[in-house]
């Protein structure tokens, strides 16, 4: 009996170990594009935060801006589209196929402190 003790709790250690080592991606943070629109369009994260964009609309959208590397390809349904902000500033965006829609993400604080309001 006590060896099947130590092989559940082994076995524990070990889940706990794979959990531990999977990435944390719990601060990654999703701006969904739906009926011409970004959604929040206006989004406030931490530095070092990995926005996601995806796409639910049923037709193409992509992410433009003036902002090194923040420029995706035409983005079909449910395709997505991620950058991770690194420097603290406001980078506002827009879709290149419809420059009328227009997002930006506000990056503010610092890396693992609380999220600005
Ligand atoms: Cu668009």
């Known amino acids: 009996m006590s060896t099947m003790r130590s092989l559940a709790v082994l076995a524990g250690v070990a889940i706990g170990m794979l959990w531990a ?5 719990a601060d990654d943070v999703t701006v969904t594009i739906d009926n011409f629109a970004f959604t929040p369009q206006t989004l406030s994260v931490r530095p070092g935060t990995k926005v996601v964009w995806v796409n639910h609309d049923d037709i193409p959208h992509s992410v433009a801006s003036t902002t090194q590397g923040l420029r ?3 983005l079909d349904t449910d395709d ?3 950058f991770t ?3 603290p500033g406001t980078f506002n ?3 290149g ?3 009328h829609m227009t997002g930006s993400i506000v990056v503010a604080g610092t890396a693992g402190g609380a999220a600005p309001n």
């Open 21 to 25: 080592a999977a990435p944390a991606r």
């Open 72 to 74: 995706s390809k035409a």
């Open 80 to 82: 997505s589209f991620s």
């Open 85 to 87: 902000f690194t420097t």
């Open 93 to 95: 965006y827009f879709c």
């Open 97 to 99: 196929l419809h420059p």
